[in-house]
């Protein structure tokens, strides 16, 4: 079965300009969750949504946003760029919403973003 | 706030070596994963540990949960280039009531052949 699908791969921008990412997750599955990877911080996180609803949020600025559609598939903003913002933005889909032992989480390739 | 920290950060050997990461924490995590990134793809889970002492091997990796659930590690027998990555651990706690999980920042592993 098709695996996560992030787009577009790549993309650049320019300070305080927003962008807005897409995921489709594997089919049937409800859970999304979002993750910015850079070099200095890793994979921190950024929110989860689950059947349309934002479960879990983590600490980053209200500039970050997201939403899912009915069918699974996730969108995440970012707005007024900064040059901090540089990363590579995970997607990650589980058909549960609870991250525990029995839960999976495959994540897709990722949207590189540079932000000049 | 749960930290994970991975030692070392990097890790350059040869091929046939055998190598061990670290993944500490003061926090204690009901389950924690292991997985591994190559350039310019997403984390693929390895492994899952959930109880305390657990170990568990695939192939030619092995991965320890500590007894306390504070800790594991991942040891590679006989690396090979193929090994090479980005190995990352991430602990799930409950937190708020809802589940969460957090990642160290990972072990650059380079295999040479």
């Known amino acids: 079965k098709a695996g996560v699908t992030q787009t577009p791969r790549y993309l650049i921008k320019t300070r305080g300009q927003q962008v807005t990412l897409s995921c489709s997750p594997i089919s049937g599955h409800r859970s999304v969750s979002w993750y910015q990877q850079t070099p200095g911080q890793g994979l921190q996180f950024l929110f989860e949504?689950?059947?349309?609803?934002?479960?879990n949020k983590g600490n980053f600025p209200g500039r970050f946003s997201g939403r899912q559609f009915s069918n699974s598939r996730s969108e995440m903003n970012v707005s007024t760029l900064e040059l901090g913002d540089s990363a590579l933005y995970l997607c990650a889909s589980s058909y549960r919403i609870s991250i525990s032992g029995a839960n999976v989480l495959t994540f897709g390739a990722g949207s590189r973003l540079t932000v000049l | 706030t749960q930290l994970l920290e991975q030692s070392p950060q990097f890790l350059s050997i040869q091929e046939g070596e055998n190598l061990t990461v670290y993944c500490n924490s003061s926090?204690?995590?009901?389950?924690l994963q292991w997985y591994r990134q190559e350039p310019g793809e997403g984390p693929v889970l390895l492994v899952t540990v959930v109880t305390g002492g657990e170990v568990k091997k695939l192939k030619r990796l092995t991965f320890q949960f500590g007894d306390a659930r504070k800790d594991s590690s991942l040891h590679i027998t006989a690396a090979q280039p193929g090994d090479t990555g980005l190995y990352l651990c991430a602990g799930a706690f409950r937190e708020g009531g809802s589940e969460k999980l957090v990642f160290g920042k990972g072990t650059k592993l380079t295999v040479n052949p």
């Open positions: 949504y689950f059947s349309e609803t934002q479960r």
């Open positions: 926090s204690v995590f009901s389950s």
